[in-house]
């Protein structure tokens, strides 16, 4: 079940040896498994890992338990290098990626264009992939009273409100779109409340902190801070539409959310958003992500305000509805399921996958990562 962790059978793990802290690259012994035990009995059918770092939990995991593994990545290295032009990621990421890579039996793309990103830059076979949309709960996420929720987060009713979700991460082009907000002028009244950022990201609080009293919009931008998700409701209710900045998505979920909840998206070509935004009810598609494009979708929503509707919302939803859980979820079983019937078969043939338990690569070892 989602963000359940089950311990499967087999012997109690062990403590950290020689005093050191957990190896995520001998991450077996974590799960309760000795890789030098070889294959245990099978409590599980497939260990499916999500992210980089559960993916070398995941391989030693599947590998002990004698099952098959799949990954799905969210982000790739590589694509957010290619995004940004300069790397922001440790080359010790880059190489559990591909070792990842190569263990798995299936990878799930939540897009074409991850796909593509996989085959191009990792040199995953396509057969290999399979592409699997990211899910919204539409009952969390609806449309729902735009001045009810404006006075719960006291915002004013009259302004243009635009929000921001995401992390701090400089990915995201929060920096871009604070310029671009900047731009839209005094006299318009208007409030961008952004959405995320915790006590680890403390020091680009700061930053952006100072970056809104140099623009000279510290009265028009609001830090929520973390939100937990039962309260985002209420913050997409209140919005007049949700800016996209980011550089690279791998899907972009909180357009998906957004939409479900009945408001326009503004944002880049990145991730889902070009399928998503491809009717004008929908939201602003954008060339790219500069400033002078991100300044242009809020001017944008600003000009269509009077233009809102329910038949508008209703829309949205219906673009949303594609992406329901419970869709999402048939899809996904179905997926995995082809996967184990799969992997039976090259087995029941005398086939066999490589793993390895040594899954430290040259680079791991000598800088200490290992």
């Known amino acids: 079940m989602p963000g359940k962790a089950a311990r499967p059978r087999g012997p109690e793990p062990q403590g950290p040896k020689n005093g050191g802290g957990p190896n995520p ?22 260990v499916f890992s ?9 391989v030693q995991t599947a590998h002990a338990l004698g099952v098959p593994h799949v990954i799905m990545f969210h982000t ?36 074409e264009t991850e796909k593509t990103a996989l085959i191009t830059h990792y040199a995953v076979p396509p057969e290999r992939i399979a592409v699997v949309p990211c899910g919204v709960d539409l009952h969390l996420f609806r449309p729902s009273n735009r001045l009810s929720a404006r006075r719960r987060l006291g915002l004013p009713p009259e302004a243009a409100v635009f929000l921001f979700v995401g992390r701090l991460d400089p990915i995201k082009g929060l920096d871009r779109l604070l310029k671009a907000f900047s731009g839209l002028p005094a ?5 961008l ?3 995320g950022g915790d006590v680890s990201e403390e020091e680009r609080f700061g930053a952006f902190r100072e970056a809104v009293e140099t623009l000279g919009i510290s009265d028009r931008v609001i830090f929520a801070g973390r939100v937990e998700q039962h309260r985002l409701p209420d913050y997409y209710a209140a919005a007049d539409a949700l800016t996209v900045a980011s550089h690279y998505e791998s899907f972009c979920l909180v357009a998906l959310e957004a939409l479900a909840s009945g408001r326009p998206v503004v944002g880049p070509p990145v991730g889902a958003l070009p399928e998503l935004l491809g009717v ?12 002078e494009e991100l300044l242009r979708g809020m001017a944008a929503v600003i ?22 859980w419970d869709r999402v979820a048939r899809d ?31 680079h791991c070892r000598p800088s200490g990562r290992s």
Request: proline share 6%; net charge positive; hydrophobic share 40%.
């Open 332 to 362: 996904l079983a179905c997926r995995l399921s082809s996967i184990m019937d799969r992997n039976t078969a090259h087995r029941e043939a005398g086939g066999s996958f490589a793993y390895g338990s040594g899954l430290c690569s040259d």
């Open 303 to 324: 000009g269509r305000r009077g233009a809102e509707s329910a038949s508008r919302e209703a829309l949205r939803r219906r673009i949303a509805r594609r992406y329901a």
């Open 193 to 195: 409340v952004v959405v």
């Open 50 to 58: 999500h992210y980089w770092l559960s993916g070398l939990a995941g």
């Open 187 to 191: 006299s318009v009244p208007a409030r």
């Open 25 to 46: 690259f001998s991450a077996a012994e974590g799960v309760g498994l000795d890789p030098g035990l070889g294959p245990a009995p099978r409590p599980f059918d497939l």
């Open 280 to 291: 004008p009810e929908a939201g602003v598609p954008l060339k790219d992500n500069s400033p």
């Open 76 to 111: 790739l290295a590589l694509s957010k290098t290619a995004a940004l032009g300069r790397a922001v990621d440790s080359s010790c990421r880059l190489c559990a990626e591909r070792l990842v890579v190569g263990r798995s039996h299936g990878i799930l793309a939540p897009t």
